[in-house]
């Protein structure tokens, strides 16, 4: 089931990915000679205008043939090609498909605030939702609670003193009970998945640099639920979550390609095809609303790979119509094919050594 709803969820975004350069590709009257659902081979095509649209046996993705847009044209008239369209045409369709994936991130997360999606709440809204609880969003390197295994994600049932009980999802009632018990053991209950842990952790001085004397365990919390946004409110507040999703994923990916480069790439934090179809299963299995959310972060991520310049990606060939603008030569079609093949072969490589952590990690 993980696999087929995997299979689905791609589909679907890299569809929309190719439907955008479609769309474009057309509206500049650029000759669209085929539409392809899956790769090849071939299982069946029908023609409609001067289009091609074929299913194929492939069924992980789809693709768009646009007429000259790897430099060769087949003698028919020369003004419908990608090649003789001007530059700002050409970065357009190439942009197109890197939009669409954020515009159905856009749509996928103001659908799902409205209908109500689990989320990071305010003091008011962890109020009116039924189902908040604490969540651990960050831990203090050496701090009492990175020492006794908390863990970022945990959710926060209970605080257990000797003398006193903690329950609740009140960010600040939880900050003041740590605070009064310095000195003693306190027992987290903390939600790990499937699993319930009690961990023992004492309070300490010195670890919140504005408030060195309050005793604190080193963790941020925040209250976390399910509750749903009106809907003249919804597009605005899927803007702003779309707006951050994408920053935080930018600033991932910058971080994980500085780490390929030197050597120092973090491959526990990234997750290939194998990681992302268990991902999406688990997704699945908790709901549509977890899906659709997942699905909107997958193709944030999908937007911006494809735009890094890298050659084989639509960044790659954006940089080239960048350089033909800038230096009015076309780059020769035996460069740009040798750069696309050694650009292919370094995103499979890198693919394998995903998909090979993906491997290590289900049996650690």
Do not use: C
Request: hydrophobic share 50%; aromatic share 10%; glycine share 10%.
């Amino acid at each position: 089931m993980s696999i087929l709803l995997f299979i689905i969820v791609l589909v679907v975004l890299i569809l929309v990915h190719e439907f955008g350069h479609f769309l474009t590709a057309k509206w500049f009257g650029m000759r669209v000679d085929e539409f392809g659902v899956g790769y090849p081979p071939k299982v069946a095509g029908w023609k409609h205008g001067e289009t091609e649209y074929t299913l194929n046996w492939l069924p992980f993705g789809g693709f768009v043939k646009i007429y000259g847009e790897d430099g060769e044209e087949d003698g028919l008239p020369k003004e419908r090609s990608f090649a003789s369209k001007p530059k700002w045409q050409q970065a357009t369709v190439l942009l197109a498909g890197i939009t669409m994936n954020l515009f159905l991130a856009y749509l996928i997360l103001t659908l799902t605030l409205f209908v109500g999606m689990p989320r990071a709440l305010s003091s008011e809204e962890a109020m009116r939702a039924k189902d908040t609880a604490l969540v651990v969003s960050e831990v203090l390197p050496g701090s009492p609670a990175e020492q006794a295994g908390v863990m970022r994600g945990d959710i926060l049932r209970s605080v257990s003193a000797p003398d006193a009980l903690f329950e609740g999802a009140d960010t600040e009632a939880f900050t003041r009970f740590v605070a009064e018990e310095e000195g003693a053991t306190l027992t987290l209950t903390v939600e790990r998945g499937s699993e319930m842990l009690s961990l023992a952790v004492a309070p300490e001085p010195g670890l919140i640099e504005s408030e060195p004397e309050r005793a604190a365990l080193g963790v941020a919390i925040a209250s976390f639920g399910t509750i749903s946004v009106p809907l003249l409110q919804a597009p605005s507040e899927g803007a702003k979550l779309t707006y951050e999703a994408t920053k935080q994923t930018a600033v991932g990916l910058v971080h994980f390609f500085a780490g390929v480069f030197t050597f120092t790439a973090d491959l526990s934090q990234v997750s290939g095809p194998i990681g992302i179809a268990g991902a999406v299963g688990d997704a699945g299995a908790s709901g549509i609303v977890p899906l659709l959310t997942l699905m909107a972060l997958i193709s944030i991520n999908l937007a911006l790979i494809n735009i890094i310049p890298i050659p084989a990606l639509d960044g790659g060939r954006l940089l080239f119509v960048v350089i033909e603008a800038v230096t009015r030569k076309p780059i020769p079609q035996w460069l740009a094919g040798a750069l696309n093949f050694g650009g292919f072969a370094l995103l499979i490589l890198l693919m394998l050594v995903v998909t090979a952590s993906d491997v290590f990690k289900l049996f650690v």
